[in-house]
C-alpha cells in the first residue's frame, strides 16, 4: 500500500490560516445565502462548496505544504562502505595486522549477517567510490567519505541504497563534509570503527618556503611539526638534499593536538630545481614512521638580479629610487650618472665614485633591468643605443622614467626611441593625480588591505611635468590621472621584453604622507616589486613546459603546463605536443597533451611514483617541428593519509548520529549485525512534491474556480 503524508512549513503562520479558514467558509456561506433569484438547494451546496474550497486551497498553501509519497518497497538494499585508503594500511593496533584485513574481515561479517533481511552489496572508497570493494592501488593517497556518500545519493533509484554501513578508522582529509552527504542521503549510515589509539608519534605536518630562492642568498624554510609527546619534549629536525644535511633545528612539543615550526635557513649553490627533504628524529615506538618526513621543492635561480641605472643626473627621484631598490639584498645596483665632465659611478653608499667611461654593450651583461633616467639611449652612444634595444627585444626589462623637460619627447632619438613608438606626445605639461587601473592588479597595491592600498593612491603625490600621450596597440596603461588626464604608467612589449615608461617626474613625493608614517617604506616595496615584475624571464624559446606545482603529494594529480609561440612571440594553436615523463629509477610515461586557449596546451598523469621527474616535450604543426622543451617536477613519498595516525572515532559518530544510523566497533561488528532491527536498518525512500509549485494543484484551482463561474452565469447569477 502506498502511504501520503502532508506536512507544512515549520514556521507555518498557523494562527493566521486558522482565522483565515473560518472566514474563508464565512465568506462561502454568505455568498450564496441569498433567496432571489432562487437556486436550488444541491446547486446551493456545490457553489458553496466549490468556493470554498478554492479560498481554503489558497489560503493553505501559505503554509508551504509539502506531499510525501513512500515508494512501494523493492527489497531493503543495503551497502557496505569499506575504506581501501592508505591509512588502512596502518596496524589496527600496536603490533596487530593491517587495518585494511580487519575491514574486510567485518565487512564478510556484516554482510553475511544481513544478507537474510536485506540485498547486501559491499563497495570501496578512497579519494572516490571505488566500483567494487577490491583493493584499489589508484586513488589510495586520500579519504574522501562524504563524496563516497555523495556518490551513493547520485545513484539511480533503482540503484541507490536505503541503508548503508560504513567500515573504516574514520580518517577523512579531503572531499566534502561526510556528515551533510550523510543527511543529503536520507537514509540511515551506520558506521563501523577499525583500529586503536597506536600511541607516541612524531609528523611532519608542513613545510613551506618562498616562490623561489637564489643562489648564495639564505633561503628560510618554516618546518611545522605535530607530536602527541607531553608539552616540552625536545624533537630534532633537520633539512636534507638526499643524504647531505643543509641545516637543523629543535622544536619543542607544544602538547597534543598542537602544532610547533622551526625556521631553517638554506643556502643554494647551485641554480635548478632543489628539492629537499624535513625530517623529525625517530622516536622510539613510532605509530607511523611514513609521516616522520616531507619534502619541498623550490626553483633556484641564479645569483642576484643586476639592475642598470642610467641617468642624466641627480635628483629625487633617482635618489628615492635608489634607496629603494638597495634595501632589497637580492639585488645588484649599479648606477652611472652624466655630469659635465662626463660620466660617474654612483656607489651603494651614495658617495660618487671616480670618473667612469659612458655606459656600453659590455655593462649589459649579466644585468636583468635597465633604468633609463631623464635620457634617450642614443644620447649615451650609438652603440649602447643598439646594444640597449637588442638587450630589450630579447627580454631584459627595461624601466623609463622621462624626467622633466623634454619629458617624453626626448625618447624618439635612436633605435630604442623608434621601438618605444612614443608617438602623439604634447608639448604642453601639466600636474596630475595618480589613480591605479583595473590592469595594475597586485603589481601597484601599496597594502594588502585593498581599502588602505586605495587610501594610500589616493593620498599620493601629484606627478609634475605631465605630457599628453596616446598609448599605443597592445599597451596596458597602469596608472591613470584622477581627472581623466594623460596616462601616467605605460606596460607594454619590445619583441619578448617587459617596458614600463612613466609619464612625468617627482614620484619621490609618494612617500610623503601626514597621515601615514608607513608610506616611505611601501612607497620603496612598491618599487622594488615594479623592477622584481620586469626582471621576470619571459619565454625565450617556441616551446615551455612548466608543472602546475613543483611538488605534489603523493597520489595527487600533476599537470603539465605548455605554451607554444612563433619568433614574433605570437601564441601558435593547432600544435601536436608529444613527450615523456621519466624518473631516476626506471619509471616512465608517455604525455598527452590537450589543447586550450591559443598556444596553451595540459597534459594530466596520475599515480606517479615518488621522486624527482624528468619532462622532454617535442611540438609538431603541419608535419614540421616546432619546438623542443625540458622541465622537471617532484613527487613527494608523503601523502595527506600518513599526516594523521590515529583513527578519528568522532568523525564517525558525527555520521551516524546526523543520518539516524549506529556506531560500533570492529570487535563488535558481527554481534551488532545480527542484533539490529531490520526497521532501524534501513529507511523507506520517499517522494516529496512542493504542493505551492505544483502544476496539477494550479489546474485544479482553475477548474474549480471556472466551474463555479460557468454555473453562476448559467443560473444568471451576477
Do not use: C
Not at 502506498?2 to 486558522?18: G, I, M, Q, S
Not at 618605444?420 to 593625480?433: I, N, P, Q, T
Not at 597586485?442 to 598609448?471: C, N, T
Amino acid at each position: 500500500m502506498t502511504d501520503f503524508t502532508l506536512h507544512f512549513a515549520p514556521r507555518a503562520p498557523w494562527v493566521l490560516l486558522a482565522f483565515g479558514t473560518l472566514a474563508a467558509v464565512a465568506l462561502s456561506w454568505w455568498a450564496y445565502r441569498f433567496a432571489m433569484p432562487p437556486v436550488p438547494p444541491l446547486w446551493r451546496r456545490a457553489l458553496t462548496v466549490a468556493r470554498a474550497l478554492v479560498l481554503l486551497a489558497l489560503l493553505w498553501l501559505l503554509g508551504q505544504p509539502v506531499l510525501e509519497r513512500a515508494l512501494p518497497a523493492s527489497g531493503r538494499r543495503v551497502t557496505v562502505l569499506v575504506d581501501r585508503s592508505a591509512s588502512m594500511d596502518l596496524p589496527e593496533r600496536r603490533g596487530g595486522a593491517p587495518r585494511a584485513e580487519t575491514a574486510s574481515r567485518v565487512a564478510r561479517d556484516v554482510a553475511s549477517a544481513l544478507r537474510a533481511r536485506a540485498q547486501v552489496r559491499e563497495a570501496g572508497f578512497a579519494a572516490a567510490l571505488l566500483g567494487d570493494s577490491a583493493k584499489s592501488g589508484e586513488g589510495r593517497d586520500a579519504s574522501a567519505l562524504g563524496d563516497a556518500l555523495a556518490a551513493l545519493a547520485a545513484l539511480p533509484v533503482e540503484r541507490r541504497p536505503d541503508g548503508v554501513v560504513v567500515v573504516s578508522d574514520g580518517v577523512v582529509n579531503a572531499g566534502a563534509d561526510p556528515v551533510a552527504a550523510a543527511r543529503t542521503l536520507g537514509v540511515p549510515v551506520h558506521t563501523v570503527l577499525v583500529g586503536e589509539p597506536l600511541g607516541a608519534d612524531r609528523a611532519i605536518a608542513s613545510v613551506e618556503t618562498g616562490a623561489s630562492a637564489r643562489v648564495g642568498e639564505p633561503t628560510p624554510v618554516v618546518v611545522r611539526v605535530m607530536t602527541s609527546e607531553p608539552r616540552g619534549a625536545a624533537v630534532p629536525v633537520r633539512l636534507m638534499d638526499g643524504e647531505r644535511e643543509l641545516a637543523h633545528g629543535t622544536v619543542t612539543a607544544p602538547g597534543a593536538g598542537a602544532e610547533a615550526s622551526v625556521t631553517l635557513r638554506v643556502t643554494p649553490s647551485r641554480p635548478g630545481l632543489a628539492v629537499w627533504t624535513a625530517r623529525v628524529g625517530a622516536l622510539d615506538g613510532d605509530a607511523a614512521p611514513l609521516n616522520d618526513a616531507r619534502q619541498v621543492a623550490v626553483p633556484v635561480l641564479p645569483g642576484k638580479l643586476g639592475v642598470l641605472v642610467v641617468s642624466a643626473g641627480l635628483q629625487w627621484d633617482l635618489a628615492f629610487l635608489r634607496r629603494a631598490l638597495l634595501g632589497d639584498t637580492t639585488l645588484t645596483i649599479s648606477t652611472r650618472v652624466r655630469e659635465r665632465s662626463g660620466w660617474r659611478e654612483i656607489r651603494a653608499s651614495g658617495a660618487g665614485g671616480a670618473g667612469s667611461a659612458a655606459p656600453s654593450a659590455a655593462d649589459l651583461r649579466g644585468i636583468a633591468v635597465v633604468v633609463l633616467d631623464g635620457l634617450a639611449a642614443s644620447d649615451v652612444s650609438p652603440a649602447f643605443d643598439a646594444a640597449l634595444a637588442g638587450f630589450v627585444r630579447d627580454g631584459g626589462g627595461l624601466l623609463v622614467l622621462p624626467g622633466a623637460s623634454p619629458g617624453l619627447l626626448g625618447l624618439e632619438r635612436g633605435k630604442l626611441g623608434a621601438s618605444l613608438h612614443v608617438d602623439g606626445v604634447d608639448a604642453a605639461v601639466s600636474e596630475e593625480r595618480p589613480k591605479p587601473s583595473a590592469a595594475a592588479g597586485e603589481l601597484l597595491a601599496w597594502d594588502d588591505d585593498p581599502a588602505r592600498s586605495a587610501q594610500a593612491w589616493r593620498a599620493a603625490g601629484p606627478l609634475a611635468h605631465v605630457q599628453r600621450i596616446q598609448p599605443g596597440e597592445g599597451d596596458r596603461v597602469l596608472l591613470e590621472s584622477q581627472e581623466d588626464g594623460p596616462p601616467l604608467l605605460l606596460s607594454r612589449r619590445i619583441g619578448r621584453g617587459p617596458v614600463l615608461m612613466l609619464n612625468g617626474a617627482g614620484f619621490w613625493r609618494w612617500s610623503l604622507s601626514a597621515n601615514d608614517d608607513q608610506a616611505a617604506e611601501r612607497a620603496k616595496r612598491l618599487w622594488r616589486r615594479v623592477v622584481r615584475w620586469l626582471s621576470e624571464p619571459v619565454q625565450g624559446e617556441p616551446l615551455r613546459v612548466q608543472p602546475e606545482r613543483w611538488l605534489s603529494a603523493g597520489g595527487e594529480r600533476v599537470r603539465l603546463l605548455a605554451t607554444l609561440q612563433n619568433d614574433a612571440f605570437e601564441p601558435v594553436a593547432g600544435a601536436t605536443l608529444t613527450g615523456s615523463a621519466s624518473d631516476g629509477a626506471g619509471h616512465s610515461r608517455e604525455l598527452a597533451f590537450t589543447p586550450g586557449e591559443a598556444g596553451a596546451y595540459t597534459a594530466t598523469l596520475e599515480g606517479l611514483p615518488a621522486g624527482t621527474w624528468q619532462v622532454n616535450v617535442r611540438a609538431e604543426r603541419s608535419g614540421r617541428e616546432a619546438g623542443r622543451a625540458r622541465s622537471e617536477f617532484a613527487v613527494d613519498r608523503w601523502s595527506l593519509e600518513a599526516l594523521r595516525a590515529e583513527p578519528d572515532s568522532a568523525t564517525l559518530a558525527a555520521v551516524a548520529a546526523g543520518s539516524g544510523g549506529a556506531v560500533t566497533l570492529a570487535a563488535d561488528a558481527k554481534r551488532w549485525a545480527g542484533a539490529i532491527e531490520t526497521r532501524t536498518l534501513t529507511r523507506r525512500r520517499t517522494a516529496s512534491t512542493r504542493l505551492w509549485e505544483s502544476p496539477w494543484l494550479f489546474a485544479a484551482i482553475v477548474t474549480l474556480l471556472s466551474a463555479e463561474w460557468i454555473a453562476r452565469r448559467r443560473r444568471g447569477l451576477a
